[in-house]
């Protein structure tokens, strides 16, 4: 069975040299008709040039890795629409991880840039432990950071600020005249869980509502345990009028919960969610939301990510992006003509 054609047979094929062909399929400086008789015979052959020979003489992949905690999280989708056209326009491809947030497998995908498999990396942990930090700092290509990190680690980062999505959250329901306002939460030793939990404790001394953790119950980021984090509170504390979700995924297992339980929305009880999916817009109700710009975060670190392997030398750069309150029926009632 045939290897195909190599540089021997087109050389053959051309008329032309070993070197001359090796010249032309390298882009050196030849003469314009050994150029068109090589490319010609190359064509005839069916020559395809071998990337792999040709990146470990460049040491250049033109791919980029996204190691992200669960590849169907729309979330995360929505930061791949992003990323993709801006490597793409760049010649680089995207390599997708789904580490589903274990630590362990980050760690390794981090040491394993040492393998030259890619250029760069983009990555958005759940969790941020020590062993994270000082994989990033050893890392043998270029890393971007969705999320947030230590202000002293030597990183591009791309953040938003939940903290302030959760108190704009907490304002927008108290507006509305919300007392009893329940909290459901992801797990506490992730970043944003954390960082949600602190908020909403601090949202609430400030509106001057006491903090009872009655109304708080901690689940995971997804629609099925959201769902059953729910009920949970429901059950404990039925008269609550507002639930505050940590994401939009519990936020829609909220409303189906609500829904099976006849509790109106937000009639009875007000529903806010977190990241602004796509599936809060068409949600029934449609679901107020707090967006955290995950496009942009996508494409600001896709960009970054191509700054830095274009200027290996500049100081990291810190970008955060701000969220921004989406209001709709799950908090206001459907609009009357």
């Not at 909403?200 to 953790?213: C, K, R, S, T, V």
Request: aromatic fraction near 2%; charged fraction near 25%; glycine fraction near 8%.
């Amino acid at each position: 069975m045939s290897d195909g054609p190599t540089i021997t047979t087109i050389a053959e094929r051309a008329g032309v040299s070993i070197a001359s062909v090796s010249r032309v399929l390298n882009g050196l400086p030849t003469r314009e008709d050994t150029v068109r008789r090589v490319l010609s015979a190359a064509d005839e052959l069916g020559y395809v040039p071998n990337s792999v020979a040709r990146s470990l003489k460049s040491r250049r992949t033109n791919q980029v890795a996204f190691a992200m905690a669960d590849i169907g999280n729309p979330v995360y989708l929505t930061m791949i629409r992003e990323i993709q056209p801006v490597l793409k326009a760049a010649g680089y491809r995207l390599v997708l991880h789904s580490t589903d947030a274990d630590v362990a497998e980050e760690i390794d995908v981090l040491r394993s840039l040492g393998e030259r498999y890619v250029d760069g990396l983009i990555m958005i942990p759940l969790r941020v432990s020590e062993a994270h930090l000082k994989a990033v700092e050893a890392a043998r290509a270029p890393v971007v950071i969705i999320g947030s990190v230590p202000d002293s680690t030597r990183v591009d980062n791309v953040r938003t600020d939940s903290r302030t999505g959760v108190r704009l959250a907490l304002d927008h329901l108290h507006s509305l005249g919300r007392r009893r306002i329940g909290f459901v939460n992801g797990p506490l030793d992730t970043v944003p869980g954390s960082a949600r939990s602190t908020a909403y404790a601090e949202g609430l001394a400030d509106l001057g509502l006491p903090y009872d953790e009655n109304l708080v119950e901690i689940g995971d980021f997804s629609r099925s345990e959201g769902a059953r984090a729910v009920s949970r509170l429901l059950s404990r504390v039925p008269d609550l009028d507002a639930i505050m979700c940590a994401n939009d995924l519990i936020a829609l297992g909220a409303l189906d919960v609500l829904r099976r339980a006849g509790r109106r929305v937000p009639q009875d009880v007000a529903v806010v969610g977190m990241d602004d999916i796509d599936q809060a817009a068409v949600a029934w109700p449609a679901l107020t939301s707090i967006s955290l710009g995950s496009a942009e975060r996508g494409r600001m670190a896709a960009e970054l990510l191509l700054d830095r392997l274009g200027d290996g030398d500049r100081d990291p750069k810190v970008i955060t992006v701000p969220p921004r309150l989406v209001v709709r029926a799950s908090t206001v009632g459907e609009e009357t003509p």
